[in-house]
Structure formats: C-alpha cells, structure tokens
C-alpha cells in the first residue's frame, strides 16, 4: 500500500487516489502552430522513466483535487508532493 | 542434440539420469555477430529460432540480463487464445494458434498444449450484442467462436454464480473453444534448447549499457561482458524498452506497469476452461497441478518494480469471488508480477525503427504469452528481409503519428478509463 501525502489533506492510502500519468508531460500552446509530432508527443510518447518519476494523482476519494507526487517506480519511495499548479524545481 | 523421446528417457535411467546433454550451452560473447537480439525471454528466443530454422541465419546472439525463463515467460497465466475482433490482431494471433498446435513436435519438447477453450462471460444484452459482432467477426477472419446463452454457460461452468439477484448475473459468453493454456517454462526452454541446437549463442547475465550507432546505422551493442558488433539488433525487452529507447534518444508510445497474477493452494479438479469476468478484468483456469491460476488489472501507476502492491489484488480478487463464489475458500499460495510494455492503443508494435538494422519488438501489453510464436515468427521475417510481413504490417511504430490505431479494446495505459 502506497501511503501518499496530500498536499490539501495530509497522508492518506493510495486507496483514496487516482492516477494520471506522466506530469511532466506539455500540452502544446493553442493558437500557434502545432506540428503532428508535437501533438505526437503530447499524446501518446512517454518517457516512463525507471527512478524518479514526477506524476499526477487525484485525491478521488478526498478533496478531489489534482496533484503532483516524485516517486520512485522502481522502489515506489514518494519523495515529495506538490500542489497542482506548484513549478516543481 | 539429443532428441527427448521415450527410448532415450528409458535409456539414461539406466546411468541415473546422470548424462543427459544440457539444454543449451553457457558461451562467452564473439566479437561480432549477424543478428544480436536483445532480450532472451520468449519472444527473443523464438525469434533467434525462427532466424535460424526459416532464414537460415545463425550467428545470431540472444543478450539476456537475467536468466533464460526469469522474465515475463515466467510469469504469465500462459492462456492462449485469438479471439480477436480486429483484422491485424485476429490474423495474427489465428496465425500463431497455428504454431502452438504444433509446438511440441516442433521443438521436440512437450509445452503441454491443452486447447481447453476460452470463455468470455457477458452481463449485459448490450455486451451479448457485442459479443455476437467479434464473434462474427472472428469467424470470417476463420476463427473458432460459439455465442452460449446462460444455459450453455451454465452446463459447462455451473460452480459461477448463477444465482438471480446478483450485481452482474451472466447472461452468456463468447467462447473460442481452440484457445487453451500451455506450460510457459517449457516453451522457453524448447525453443532455447532449438535455437542453441543450431548455433545460437544464448548469453545470460550480460546486460546492454548502450549502442553503436554510425551515420544512422547500428554498427553493435555494448554490455556489461564487452562490447559486441552487430549487422542488425532486434530490441525485444517488454517491460523494459523504455529504458533501452533512452540510450537511443528515442521517446515510444509505451509505458511500464506493473501486472499482478496469483495461484491458489492446489484444488482437485473443478475448472475445465478459461474464464474471465465480463464486468471488469479477471479471468482464471486451473494448472494441471490444481491451483486456480488467475489475474486481472495493471497495479494502475508507472512501476518498475516486478512485484506487486495488495490493493490491485484485493480489488481483482473481489471480481473473481463475484464471479466464482467458491473461490473465497481457497487459499493463496503465491502472488507475484511482472512489468509490461503497455503501448497506448493496447496493440503490440513489430517494426522498423530510424535506424537502419535496428528493430523493435515491444508494446505486449497483457497478451504477451500467448503471441510467443507468431511474435517470434513475424519479428524473425522482419530481420532477416529488412520489411515487415504482411501479419505484422498493422502492428507499426508509426500508426500512432498516422492515426491508424488498433484499439481492441480501448486498453493502453490508461485502465481508469475501462
């Protein structure tokens, strides 16, 4: 069981989360010229890193909100988390 | 090589089965060699078989980090089926189905085929309907496929829960009677022990720490035995082709997760067929030593770690006691995972790569097991020809820039969508 801390509602089981991928990942800015292999990459091209991973879960069955988690996928140590719209240095 | 056979196995009781030939050789790496294929799990193994035995190509090296059956062949649940809807899937898996009814005679070396049939429950008239058009659709592609309304089911598997107020009672199934199970060890054994016969180098414990590319050409791989030339790398690493792509600057449509199976305590015998859960994602069959073999979702999150976390099992677990009320009894004997390459489309990718003489054999997802041969077979032609064979034509790295996916299911990745 992961235990991952919320950045809204403190630590809670992974139970209460949903996953959703890579967060690194861009969307390509709208109203500009967007090649078919950035849309490509946007889409479906991931890195799926092996070590430190910066994803996003929701808090599904908490506050709802979106947030960002680094964790290990090969260890699944959660080194920090971060709010949704925190810049992760 | 010794041919396996009942003289000889009466034979060497005579010196205590103290003589037996080993299976294959341990050899160190040539300098340089025609075909190097990464990766000595099945597919890999198949693939230097086939190389060998249909394109008479045999200096060829399998680069294994683990051991020679550690990976994915290892870990299946070791069904086989081709109940596909798709053309490209159907054609392909129908071909393979082909290979496995003759793989023991092939490979001199029994994989204990048992074709016991697949069944596929329904809970809906919607998913009856759905049922009936892949169906249909598997049988103009010339696959076997037998619609069973709930009485059918229910004579052929009546320890499911057909009791009425239930939250998914079964209304029929979708059965493919010539799909079955096969002993996973054995296949990649017999075809290691064929492949080595005709002078492929199995090298285990040598792992691949990056490649020689010159002026878009592969030139060789270096491994942690030393550095190794190559005319054509073949790149068949499932749940690690990421980590291979990286070292090649390149960025695929895969990501790694992480699939969980389990097998009860041993049981007599109470499940003939495979079956699997209409409602969500569980299917189970019994080994022929008795315990109920089963699995279901991906642990959900990106994860390299080949072994598995308890709510995804719980979770596959409840579907399983819904389905099979009498499993709730049994004991777990043991549980473990693998990590997969899951492609975004949830189909397989047998192609070419940028790089002339490099290919990739990759995005496996859950039906790794069962495509062994025919992945082997295609991947092989592929190699050896330079082009892809009109059974792996659909199953091409760029489809996803051109926007002719596969998508059976709609499964990739993203199993919150399901």
Redesign the interface.
Known sequence: ??HINCPHCGMRS??EF??G??ASVKRPELNKEVS??DW??F????????GK?L?LWQHISGCRQWIKVE?D????EIFRTFKADEEVA | MQKYSIFNLVKNAFSNHENWDLAWKDPTPKEEYDVVIIGGGGHGLATAYYLAKEHNITNVAIIEKGWIGGGNVGRNTTIIRSNYMHDENGLFSEFGMDLWRKMSQDLNYNVMFSPRGIINLAHSDAQMNAYARRGNSMRLNGIDAVLLNREQVKEIIPMADFSENVRFPIFGGLMQPSAGTARHDAVAWGYARQADSMGVDIIQNCEVTGFDVSAGKIKGIRTSRGNIKAKKVGICVAGST??LA?KLNM??????HLLQACVSEPVKPVLDNVVTFGAGHFYVSQSDKGEMVMGGDLD??????QRG???TLQHVLTEGIAMMPFLSKLKMLRTWGGIMDMS?DGSPIIDKTHIDGLYLNCGWCYGGFKATPASGWTFAHTIAQDRVHELNAGYSLNR??TGHLIDEKGLG??T?IS
Not at chain 1, 43 to 50: H, I
């Open positions: 069981m992961l992974q139970n949903s996953y991928g890579d078919d292999q490509d990459n889409v479906y091209n991931r890195k799926s890193l092996r991973h994803e964790r996928t090969a260890t699944h | 990421n980590i990286e960025t695929l449509p895969i990501e790694t959900g999150y990106n994860s390299y770690a976390n308890l709510p975004m996803f820039n990745t993203k919150w």
